[in-house]
């Protein structure tokens, strides 16, 4: 366990090593369903959209009730789950391929239970966070996450193209199965007694009808959180449909191989390591609300410059290019928005506004994403990755721009308690 782990507690450290193990995995495994179904299935534009729509839909859907569920359970059981879940059911496709049999549907399959898995996982880890982390120490236990996020970022998909290279398209989905075992293995290393869930320890035991709209009624009627639940909604969605079009365009009529499709999102990845390190320390200058509203806004100024992509080294500049940019900025944002949302969600809402919150941005994902798939072949895949980066730049409009009464979130913390993740607690 490193030093920085260990200021956490050492609970908090086997966390980090699980979040760390799995997500590792998930970047070695970076697009590898799209990379499947492109190279083994001979997909097209509007398959490969589908295949990266509909499964996080109809995941999302299926992880409406999970949400309100957990609220109710111990939080590590549920985690431990959900990992063995997505490790065997991502196991099937290795073996499928070995076999022969493998296909579209089965691909589609997978990613609709490894989507609702998903689901579950973020919303217990989210509310296991908070009572295992004191209020001070969310934005420095956020960081460290998004921090391990584009570290494994860098490394995962130039080594996932290895491994595709040297062991053929379905290794990165054996090595990602792999990874989520070894996550499940440090969770339960975590031991001692987890405190009864903050739902239950309030008096209640039971779900009610309500409890399955209760995370998204919370967010709705939150005036700082609900401008920020649709602008994340909508920036992640239009980020996230120019993925499958451009592994499309780059694998396809540009001629890029896998290892350079990779290498041209791994290296601009640093960029994110250097943004969330560099989060705690603006927060401290400049307070939550000034680095939330100036990031989100300089987060979509850039994907509209990935339609200029061309054949050759130019092309794999301009992606690393607009992708470096874009990751830094999204790598400030992301981990001052999780604390200020762990920080406005009461404890016994967190396991029900999270999965809500999952729940509606893997929708919103998907919808786009089918949208996106059928502008792609009604037109070209190039027109519609500059249809969603122009679209991206309107989004600025949906921030928390109106000014609430002032209070801990806007003023700067000062540097030495930021360093160590105080400043003063804030109710959440």
Request: glycine fraction near 10%; include cysteine.
């Amino acid at each position: 366990m490193t030093a920085a782990g260990r200021t956490l507690g050492r609970q908090f450290g086997w966390l980090w090593t699980a979040y760390a193990v799995s997500t590792f995995g998930t970047w070695l495994a970076f697009d590898a369903f799209a990379l499947v179904a492109v190279v083994v299935l001979h997909a097209g534009p509007a398959e490969v959209a589908l295949l990266a729509a509909a499964g996080p839909a109809v995941g999302a859907l299926l992880a409406v009730p999970l949400g309100p569920w957990i609220e109710f359970r111990r939080k590590r059981p549920v985690m431990i789950a959900a990992d063995l879940v997505r490790c065997v059911v991502l196991v099937s496709v290795p073996v499928a391929f070995a076999l022969g049999g493998l296909g579209v549907g089965q691909l589609l399959a997978v990613s609709v239970v490894v989507a609702a898995a998903d689901i579950a996982f973020t919303a217990a880890s989210g509310a296991y966070l908070k009572s295992l982390v004191p209020p001070g120490g969310l934005l420095v236990a956020s960081s460290r996450f998004e921090s391990t996020t584009w570290t494994a970022s860098v490394l995962g998909p130039p080594a996932g193209g290895a491994l595709v290279g040297w062991f053929g398209p379905v290794a990165t989905v054996a090595a990602d199965a792999v990874s989520y075992l070894l996550s499940a293995a440090a969770i339960r290393a975590i031991g001692g007694g987890e405190p009864a869930p903050a739902a239950a320890s309030r008096g209640r035991t039971r779900l009610r009808a309500g409890d399955l709209l209760a995370g998204w009624r919370f967010i709705l009627t939150h005036r700082e959180l609900r401008p920020l639940f649709f602008n994340t909604l909508l920036v992640n969605a239009l980020i996230m449909v120019s993925s499958p079009l451009l592994a499309v365009l780059m694998l396809g009529p540009l001629g890029f191989t896998p290892w350079q499709y990779g290498l041209a999102f791994a290296v601009p990845c640093l960029g994110g390591l250097a943004g969330s390190r560099l989060a705690r320390r603006l927060v401290a200058r400049y307070g939550q609300r000034r680095v939330l509203l100036t990031a989100g806004v300089l987060r979509v100024c850039w994907p509209a410059g990935l339609v200029l992509v061309r054949p050759g080294v130019p092309g794999l500049v301009l992606v690393m290019a607009v992708e470096l940019v874009l990751i830094f900025c999204c790598a400030v944002f992301n981990p001052v928005l999780a604390a200020h949302r762990l920080e406005q969600t009461p404890a016994d809402r967190v396991a029900r506004t999270l999965s809500a919150w999952s729940v509606t941005g893997k929708a919103a994902t998907a919808l786009l994403t089918a949208l996106w798939g059928l502008l792609a072949t009604l037109t070209t895949p190039r027109t519609a990755i500059g249809a969603a980066g122009l679209l991206l730049l309107a989004t600025p409009l949906l921030l928390p721009w109106r000014r609430r009464t002032p209070g801990p979130d806007d003023r700067p913390v000062p540097a030495v308690e930021a360093a160590r993740g105080g400043g003063t607690p804030r109710a959440a």
